[in-house]
């Protein structure tokens, strides 16, 4: 739960700075804001749905994030959860974050079949008849692991981000 609350410590503070009240500054026409870490969070062993929790607390929901790392299950991210969020007028965003901070070309070449099967995993997940943000590789900036090479030197990164949305596109329209 830290990142969850480091998240909503740090909205919470950007609220206290801002000049606006709360609802002006949230409001529709000015931005879309939202908090998020993970749909679910079980509290004294009783399950709580985090975006109606954020609702309840006052907080801005237009949008929640959902980080989803290697090894990611879809009932973390079911799709009647993904349309209860809709339903409630908030955009799910989906961070796919499979590399997490160890990313380098040697390692999108050598674990490109994983991420591919990984995406399509999560393609079929997001396709409902709302709209869903995906987040491709948060990432991409990091620092390589010591003796590969950063994607961000590697020209090649533009052929697999291309790739990795074909994969929504087929599968998600």
């Not at 909503?8 to 529709?28: H, I, K, R």
């Not at 674990?111 to 995906?134: G, K, T």
Request: overall charge neutral.
């Amino acid at each position: 739960m830290k990142r969850t609350r480091a998240g909503v410590l740090t909205l919470l503070l950007a609220v206290g700075c801002a000049s606006a009240t709360p609802a002006e500054f949230f409001a529709p026409e000015r931005l879309l804001a939202g908090v998020g870490d993970r749909l679910w969070w079980h509290e004294s062993g009783e399950p709580v749905f985090l975006p109606e929790q954020a609702r309840r607390l006052g907080l801005p929901t237009d949008l929640f994030e959902i980080w989803l790392p290697r090894g990611w299950r879809e009932t973390w991210i079911p799709q009647r959860d993904l349309r209860r969020l809709s339903r409630a007028g908030t955009i799910p965003v989906v961070v796919e974050y499979f590399f997490r901070d160890g990313i380098s070309r040697e390692r999108v070449v050598r674990e490109r079949e994983a991420w591919h099967r990984s995406l399509r995993r999560l393609a079929d997940v997001v396709a409902i008849d709302a709209p869903v943000l995906v987040v491709l590789v948060p990432e991409f900036n990091d620092e390589p692991p010591h003796g590969e090479t950063a994607i961000t030197d590697w020209a090649g990164f533009s052929n697999e981000i291309a790739s990795a949305l074909a994969i929504f596109r087929e599968r998600a329209p």
